[in-house]
């Protein structure tokens, strides 16, 4: 099984690593490989999110997010996206930013990190709203009660996410104007920037995420419906599954940019190297496609179910680690830390879970069995 899944990520990572060779010698296999684990190590939470996403999608669908979900992934977001960013900061056409990417790889990075504050505030306010969003959900399942049901009673109050979101973003905007303007000024016009940029992240979670959820919703009260009629027709739900699936696919893509700007910065501190980079980037992108589908097949979430949970509080660590490098340098490791110790965390708790309703064999009571 695991041979199956993670066939792809193998091969790409032979070929990757051949190429980093064949592209600059042995230090560049060296470069490559680093860059993978870096990759890797800052997108596992995004591959627990994903399958918690993936797993309500068909097997067609699934293969979509394998294969022209990869194309984007690698060589969008990983490729062309860091060249469409210097291409608008600096006004250049993208011939001439690639060149740039190429021949003066110092200046490519110093224009790239020029374009955090924006980058950082779309994909920050991006992944706030999914964290918020959950933590404000009430849950059958709760794996720390006393933050997540007080939090949950708050939830009952209309577009409380929205307005929080917008308050940290009022806030990081106002911070950064007040630093540049006391130090000279000279990124003072990038507040508004970072006001416009996290604005905009806001309306693209909004509406992707709310078309997601409103097709998904009608592909559930569709499937119901027909249920209850035992009807054999299949014409109307294969359209709505469609365009449920369609726009699910279309979060999962968005989602996954959001969760590639931490690796794409964090990435120039190994290099400025945009080939290198690519290609070690690309290849940990492939890991976290596999480790989405592997865990979405193996039912690993409906086994711990806290790992959703843990997941999502390392987006939201992630949300404001991204919200606070706009004025502040946080270390990668650092960064990928978190996100770890909340998954393991969260994965531990589920299996004391899983232990406690096979001693008291409680299994009729699993919604409302909790971990201290």
């Not at 899944?5 to 296999?29: E, S």
């Not at 006004?91 to 110092?106: E, R």
């Not at 996290?198 to 569709?222: C, H, K, P, Q, W």
């Not at 110790?341 to 069995?369: C, H, M, P, Y």
């Amino acid at each position: 099984m695991i041979l199956k899944t993670f066939r792809w990520a193998f091969a790409v990572t032979a070929l990757g690593l051949a190429a980093g060779v064949l592209y600059d010698g042995w230090a560049a296999f060296g470069i490559v490989a680093i860059l993978a684990v870096l990759e890797i190590s800052l997108s596992f939470d995004n591959a627990v999110v994903n399958a918690g996403i993936l797993k309500k999608m068909n097997a067609f669908w699934q293969k979509i997010f394998l294969t022209v979900g990869v194309l984007i992934a690698v060589f969008g977001m990983r490729l062309v996206f860091p060249v469409v960013i210097v291409a608008i900061t600096a006004k250049l056409n993208p011939y001439d930013a690639v060149q740039l990417a190429l021949t003066d790889k110092d200046r490519y990075q110093q224009l790239v990190t020029d374009a955090h504050p924006a980058i950082a505030a779309f994909g920050g306010m991006f992944l706030l709203m999914i964290f918020l969003d959950f933590i404000f959900e009430d849950r059958d399942i709760q794996w720390l009660r006393w933050i997540e049901r007080p939090l949950a009673k708050l939830g009952k109050v209309d577009m409380l996410a929205v307005c929080i979101a917008l308050i940290v973003l009022l806030i990081t905007a106002f911070t950064f104007a007040t630093h540049a303007h006391q130090h000279g000024g000279a990124h003072a016009d990038k507040a508004q920037t970072v006001l416009i940029s996290g604005i905009a992240g806001l309306i693209t979670y909004m509406v992707v995420g709310g078309l997601s959820g409103y097709f998904e919703n009608r592909l559930e009260d569709e499937e119901e419906r027909e249920a209850a009629e035992r009807s054999g027709g299949t014409g109307s739900p294969v359209k709505l599954a469609g365009q449920a699936a369609f726009f699910m696919f279309l979060y999962l893509e968005v989602l996954d940019a959001s969760f590639s700007f931490d690796g794409v910065i964090g990435a120039f501190a190994i290099t400025n190297d945009i080939v290198l980079m690519a290609l070690g980037l690309g290849i940990g992108a492939m890991y976290v496609r596999s480790l989405t589908v592997y865990l979405v097949r193996q039912g690993t979430l409906d086994d711990y179910v806290y790992l959703e949970h843990g997941a999502h509080y390392a987006i939201g660590a992630l949300a404001v680690i991204l919200m606070v490098t706009i004025q502040y340098q946080i270390n990668e490791i650092i960064t990928g830390l978190v996100g770890v110790v909340l998954i393991g965390w969260s994965f531990w708790s589920s299996v004391r879970r899983n232990k406690q309703l096979g001693a008291t064999e409680g299994a009729t009571e699993t919604d409302s069995v909790t971990v201290p």
